[in-house]
């Protein structure tokens, strides 16, 4: 199982952290990806790292603002999301997967493990 945490409600500029912890399960072997869905809208990609050690990709929106990182001995992944603004105002989610291909690395259907949502609130 996956745990999300980590969101709250702060203004324009601020940071948050987000973590991902994952129970019965060694994180170091998964694909572990960050999406965020908002209300009416479809869910969106952030972030995924494919591997412990290996490239990471972001969405183009968050790139150079949001950093994905692991701390494999904490069988947790963080997301660390700087320079908020209100359209990053959404729930966001951890997924996992142990058989994710390159090509699929931003697609949500190739998740097989998804955390509940951590709600994040960016007031202007």
């Known amino acids: 199982q996956l745990q ?3 969101g709250g ?9 987000l973590s991902c912890t994952a129970s019965g399960r060694t994180f170091g072997n998964y694909a572990v990806a960050w999406f965020r869905q908002a209300p009416g809208k479809e869910r969106e ?11 990471i990709y972001y969405a183009d ?4 603002r949001f950093t994905i990182s692991r701390d494999n001995a904490k069988n947790t992944v963080y997301l660390q999301m700087n320079t908020l603004k209100p359209e990053d105002t959404a729930a966001y989610y951890c997924a996992a997967s142990s058989t994710l291909i390159l090509s699929r690395v931003r697609e949500s259907e190739a998740y097989a493990y998804w955390g509940q949502g951590t709600q994040v609130t960016v007031s202007s």
Do not use: P
């Not at 409600?9 to 952290?17: E, K, P």
């Not at 929106?61 to 150079?64: E, H, I």
């Open 4 to 6: 999300a945490s980590g």
């Open 9 to 17: 409600m702060v203004q324009a500029g601020a940071s948050l952290r």
């Open 45 to 55: 990609f952030v972030g995924a790292n494919r591997r412990s050690g290996q490239n």
């Open 61 to 64: 929106s968050v790139k150079g």
